[in-house]
């Protein structure tokens, strides 16, 4: 079943913070984060390990909870190039299996 | 160290007519995946391989898609007498099964309008 992602979209500001959640109705393995710009392919963010390990990018932090199958992405200080559509992928049988990615969260940034 | 490659980025055809599409993975990556993905949606699953096994495939995948990945490196994604409903960006992925929890990277995606 299909990860869901809040918000849908949001709007900020050069310089704002944002928070996208990912939430599955199963247990979690590993999260992967994406980021898509229009007509262009996902690019990597970041993987959150179950037991807490995270692998990714340097100016975008995020984090898992196992328990209440939730993560979570934190984007500071937002810059313009942060806009896009960011998707969640979450494994569907340990951390070997497909991916199965959410339903989106649109950010725009603007100046 | 190049990335996914796929070809052709960009395919017009006439509903009806065959497609395919081919896809280069990271060379050392012994997974290889497809996706595709409409507009305002996230990729959808369509299959994917390890080595040259195809170890699963999506619903999704009716009998007019075909995949190979013949000797485990490069694969074909190919559409039989394409339907409207076909058009979509088809993505190609790859992974190294063991490094990093499996991440897996993109290929910039074939873009497929049938008329």
């Known amino acids: 079943q299909q990860p869901v992602q809040s918000p849908q979209a949001v709007i900020l500001r050069e310089g704002e913070d944002a928070v996208i959640n990912c939430s599955s109705s199963?247990?979690?393995?590993?999260v992967h984060w994406y980021r898509q710009k229009h007509g262009e392919a996902p690019v990597f963010l970041m993987i959150?390990?179950?037991?807490?390990e995270q692998k990714g990018h340097e100016k975008i932090s995020a984090s898992f909870n196992e328990k209440k199958q939730q993560s979570s992405l934190y984007l500071t200080a937002s810059q313009l190039s942060y806009s896009g559509t960011y998707f969640c992928?979450?494994?569907?049988?340990?951390?070997?299996?497909?991916?199965?990615f959410g339903t989106g969260t649109r950010l725009q940034v603007t100046l | 160290d190049t990335g996914v490659s796929q070809d052709p980025r960009h395919k017009i055809t006439k509903r009806g007519q065959n497609v395919t599409f081919r896809c280069d993975p990271i060379?050392?990556?012994?997974?290889l995946y497809w996706y595709r993905q409409t507009l305002g949606q996230g990729p959808e699953f369509l299959t994917y391989?390890?080595?040259?096994?195809?170890?699963?495939k999506s619903r999704l995948l009716s009998d007019r898609f075909s995949a190979e990945r013949p000797k485990g490196s490069f694969s074909t994604l190919e559409i039989q007498r394409t339907e409207q409903g076909d058009s979509a960006m088809y993505l190609c992925?790859?992974?190294?099964?063991?490094?990093?929890?499996?991440?897996?990277?993109f290929g910039e995606g074939s873009w497929l309008t049938v008329v």
């Open positions: 199963k247990a979690l393995y590993s």
């Open positions: 060379s050392e990556h012994n997974r």
């Open positions: 959150l390990l179950k037991g807490g």
């Open positions: 391989f390890q080595n040259e096994a195809q170890l699963e």
């Open positions: 992925a790859s992974s190294l099964l063991g490094s990093s929890g499996n991440t897996i990277y």
């Open positions: 992928g979450t494994p569907d049988t340990g951390t070997a299996s497909k991916l199965t």
